[in-house]
């Protein structure tokens, strides 16, 4: 499978964006997919992950409450719709796909395909 994001930007602390992830290639259905994010000189962190078929999901505690994760198989796409953005979500957002949620949560070497990375700028 192949994966392309988008939907970066720049926006103020505050305000919202949604990224959006789409698939190619194998069957998107088949897969877990979730979100990263790395700033720069630090690491790529885990945000949020949705089941196959979109039934379940995690978040890491510091987006928990203002960012929802979900998925449209019928469009090959899940997105990432991120409310009340503070600075501290700078980064550059990844998306990934795994066999479940807990592969992509633990073992992020493991993971099949990689998107290219979208920027999220938030101003204070």
């Known amino acids: 499978v192949q994966l392309q994001a988008s939907g970066g930007g720049l926006v103020q602390a505050g305000g919202s964006l949604r990224l959006s992830c789409v698939a190619s290639g194998r069957t998107f259905s088949n897969y877990a997919v979730g979100w990263f994010r790395q700033a720069p000189g630090k690491e790529r962190d885990f945000v949020a992950a949705?089941?196959?078929?979109?039934?379940?999901?995690y978040y890491a505690d510091s987006v928990k409450g203002r960012f929802t994760i979900a998925r449209d198989n019928a469009k090959n796409t899940v997105y990432l719709q991120m409310n009340s953005l503070k600075p501290e979500d700078t980064a550059v957002y990844y998306c990934a796909a795994g066999d479940t949620i807990g592969t992509i949560v633990r073992h992020i070497g493991r993971l099949d395909a990689w998107g290219q990375g979208t920027q999220v700028t938030v101003s204070s």
């Open positions: 949705i089941s196959w078929g979109g039934g379940s999901t």
